[in-house]
């Protein structure tokens, strides 16, 4: 408790984290604000009857990452989804070597500065895109009408049409925007803060699912029973689904802080009667360094052909019935070892670009040091790219355990997906693994002032 009134002691980190949390209440009320021309009763009804659907999944999943909801007809419907794909698609040029201009460009000392304003640019046209395609599935949904009546016919179907889509494009820009001010004015990533935030207010609603009954709205008399029927929610389960909880959360610290350290050694070098260098320091490698992104990589790939073999399956191709079924998130070890196996691919893949071992054994070069017992350039950048092999390796088996742990208790123990989604899986990773570095930088701050740090004893 000292720890915490040490943090509003001190002016400049009060400013921080009060302006943050400012942002982030503007954020939540935006995402209540609905568009003007959608028939929110209609929307919600055929949402609900969507949960268990592809389109559900698909919905939920999106969301999940995103910051928004496309299941919901506000103004942050899209939420932050566009960005990411921008700057997903300009990492992936500039680091992979497809485009030798921002391969070129990130080297230069303001170059990530320029990459951040291409990023911006690129959002703008995938927001129009995505934005088209949801307008879009409102205003032709044929036996439900999702558009109140005189909107969705003649002049006014265009009209409104492309107005929707300018605000829903807006929405997502202002949110790029606030992120931006977080960065600047506040403290913690603020896309990554968005993220969070939008995950974190759906916990209640998976705690309502769990705990209380739809009808009637009172606690389950099955929570207090052990051995409850079929699809309850008896005792045992609860404390398992705790335990679990507890479980993926040590998991995720655990692994987001682990580091495989290499030593290395700084070259001595006289100046006059001096001599410098020769002091010994460490490399740190992330076990998990492609972070969540091989996870969102797999899930995504995984929808293609669930929306194809369903496609055939509802035109009367009865051979597609088999794999539409397979390709369902809960539908049992078929998917889960596609799953399991495009997690790994993807870790290997993203680790690849976003760590160059020949870049860094150069970097190492430069700067005077090098690894006890290895050659300064290709002999270290072979040592390098061999750990990283066998630390990722590490890393993308928890990706998959937690990845797959949701899909498994919703199958074995009868759990709503909902709840199994939030109280283990990625979705838990992603609110530790932002928890985590707001702490870090608020420590920074701390440590900046001579005060002790959160984690200090």
Same mark, same amino acid.
């Given at each position: ?16 984290? *009060? ?137 006014? =179907? ?67 029973? =052990? ?12 404390? *398992? =689904? ?42 740190? *490698? ?59 691919? #993807? ?50 088996? #928890? ?28 979705? *838990? ?8 570095? =707001? ?19």
């Amino acid at each position: 408790m000292n720890k915490l009134i040490t943090i509003f002691r001190i002016p400049e980190l009060r400013k921080k984290i *009060l302006f943050t949390a400012l942002v982030l209440i503007i954020y939540r009320i935006g995402y209540y604000i609905p568009l003007p021309v959608i028939n929110q009763q209609e929307l919600a009804k055929s949402m609900a009857n969507a949960q268990s659907s592809t389109l559900g999944q698909v919905l939920g999943f999106v969301s999940l990452f995103s910051g928004g909801n496309l299941s919901n007809g506000c103004i942050f419907a899209l939420g932050i989804m566009p960005y990411i794909s921008a700057s997903i698609i300009l990492q992936l040029l500039s680091s992979s070597g497809l485009s030798p201009y921002l391969e070129k460009l990130r080297k230069e000392p303001n170059g990530q500065k320029k990459i951040n304003e291409y990023t911006r640019y690129l959002t703008v046209p995938i927001c129009l895109v995505q934005a088209f395609f949801w307008v879009s599935a409102f205003f032709d949904r044929g036996d439900v009408q999702m558009v109140y009546p005189g909107y969705g016919t003649g002049f006014n =179907l265009y009209f409104f049409g492309f107005a929707s889509v300018l605000i829903l494009t807006a929405g997502t820009l202002f949110l790029m925007w606030l992120g931006e001010q977080i960065d600047e004015y506040g403290i913690g990533n603020g896309i990554s803060l968005i993220i969070m935030a939008g995950i974190v207010a759906r916990i209640p609603d998976a705690t309502k699912i769990l705990l209380f009954d739809p009808i009637t709205g009172d606690i389950k008399e099955s929570l207090f029973t =052990l051995g409850a029927g079929s699809g309850d929610i008896s005792f045992e389960k609860l404390l *398992l =689904l705790i335990a679990l909880f507890i479980a993926v959360v040590v998991g995720v610290i655990a692994i987001s802080k682990a580091q495989r350290r290499i030593p290395t050694q700084s070259a001595k070098h006289v100046k006059g009667r001096r001599v410098y260098g020769g002091t010994r320091n460490f490399l740190p *490698l992330k076990v998990n360094q492609a972070g969540v992104m091989p996870v969102i990589f797999a899930s995504s790939l995984l929808i293609i052909p669930s929306f194809f073999f369903r496609f055939l399956a509802e035109r009367g191709v009865a051979w597609a019935n088999t794999p539409a079924q397979s390709f369902q998130r809960n539908s049992g070890y078929v998917y889960n070892i596609l799953y399991v196996a495009l997690i790994y691919f #993807f870790c290997y893949f993203w680790t690849a670009i976003t760590f160059n071992p020949k870049e860094m054994a150069n970097n190492l070069k430069d700067h005077g040091s090098f690894i006890p017992g290895y050659r300064p350039g290709k002999k270290t950048a072979d040592y390098l790219e061999k750990v990283l092999m066998r630390i990722t390796y590490v890393g993308a088996a #928890f990706l998959a355990i937690i990845a797959i742990i949701p899909s498994i208790i919703s199958t074995e123990l009868e759990v709503p997906f909902q709840v199994a989604a939030f109280y283990g899986g990625t979705g *838990l990773l992603i609110v530790v693994s932002v928890c985590l570095d =707001l702490v870090q930088k608020i420590n920074s701050h701390l440590v900046m002032r001579n005060y002790p740090g959160l984690t200090d004893d």
